[in-house]
């Protein structure tokens, strides 16, 4: 598969409070950090691998283009960084997203949601398995700006509410396992069970 020309948004400007530390930093995969794991992964199906953070030097050492949170610097959404990608990538119609602590996302998985893309028309394109929606498994159109903006305003900064309001297009798929999330040191012990397996 050609690398894809839609540009990848990692997103790792999260508290991870519940991890107790900075998952985007937990050494993972033979890699030093979570981070740098998902963008060499990244960087063999999209053509350019961004990361959205809040403080880019901290991400001084992976080698990958950053996003500044600008706009927003003191409000902790991925709207927010929605906005500042649109922003600064002004020629990308659409962009895919990908949270840093979701690393079982397969080539496969993403390769749907850039054909559904490429074959049908709606605002999103959105990963849904059995337990519900993943808003940060998709990509995401430059039609949504203006919700954004409009969300902003009512002090709305939830990625839920958003797809709620736009025209979505859910890429229905089984594998639970697939999205499992790092969000607690449980959930770390596990994934890394899960790449020795």
């Known amino acids: 598969m050609p690398l894809s020309t839609i540009p990848c948004v990692l ?11 900075d998952k985007a930093f937990l050494p993972f995969g033979g890699y030093d950090s979570l981070s740098q794991y998902q ?3 990244l960087k063999k199906i999209f053509a350019k691998v961004y990361i ?16 500044e949170d600008i706009l927003y610097p003191d409000i902790s959404a991925p709207t927010t960084g929605f906005l500042n990608i649109l922003k600064q990538l002004k020629k990308a119609n659409s962009f895919f997203v990908l949270s840093v602590d979701t690393p ?42 203006e919700s954004i903006k409009m969300m902003m305003k009512k002090g709305e900064y939830k990625l839920m509410k958003l797809l709620e309001s736009c025209n979505v297009h859910y890429e229905d798929i089984e594998d639970e396992e697939s999205l499992l999330n790092l969000n607690t040191p449980e959930e770390y012990k596990r994934a890394l069970k899960l790449l020795k397996a």
């Open 52 to 67: 959205s953070v809040k403080e880019p030097a901290k991400f001084s050492n992976i080698d990958c283009m950053v996003i």
């Open 11 to 21: 997103f790792a400007g999260g508290k991870s409070s519940r991890m107790g530390e």
């Open 39 to 41: 963008v060499e992964r």
């Open 104 to 145: 079982f996302v397969s080539e496969n998985i993403i390769s749907k949601l850039i054909e559904a893309s490429q074959n049908l028309n709606y605002d999103a394109y959105i990963i849904r398995t059995p337990s519900g929606v993943h808003p940060l498994c998709g990509i995401y159109t430059r039609a949504l700006e």
